[in-house]
């Protein structure tokens, strides 16, 4: 992915609406709503560029090759689950399916997961308590 041609098209910062257990299960919450939202602004980018799209076509790897979409988080067990198979699955069940998605739905042509450490995150001084 050409990094000159990125644009951010759906950011948020706000608290999950679940009660959970762990920081790790709202952090894969978070990627899975975010992985949500990717995939509903592809699809309208998918209908704008092409003349004679439909539904179906959204599944097609010229489509998904076409039009990319990377996820972007500073929780780094995130990542590692999502991206390394030999780590293996949550014990939670729910969240065991929840980064099988996300494993599944990253696996796409197109689609991309990347990490980044806290302090690049522009959003968190709006969820998290600095010092002044």
């Known amino acids: 992915m ?14 999950i609406r679940r009660v959970v257990k762990s920081s790790f299960a709202s952090e894969i919450m978070a990627s899975s709503e975010g992985v949500d939202a990717g995939r509903y602004v592809r699809g309208l980018l ?9 539904p ?6 010229e489509s998904l090759e076409a039009t990319p979409m990377m996820l972007v988080t500073d929780a780094r067990d995130v990542f590692d689950h999502v991206k390394k198979d030999t780590l293996g699955l ?6 065991a399916l929840e980064v099988t998605l996300l494993r599944d739905e990253l696996g796409y042509p197109g689609a991309t997961l990347r990490w980044t450490a806290s302090h690049n995150q522009l ?5 998290k308590e600095r010092d002044a």
């Open 56 to 61: 179906s076509h959204m599944e097609s790897h």
């Open 90 to 95: 949550p014990q939670n069940r729910s969240l």
């Open 46 to 54: 998918m209908e704008l560029k092409a003349k004679d799209f439909h």
């Open 2 to 15: 050409n990094p000159k041609r990125v644009q951010r098209t759906v950011w948020r910062s706000r608290r």
């Open 123 to 127: 959003a968190n001084f709006l969820t």
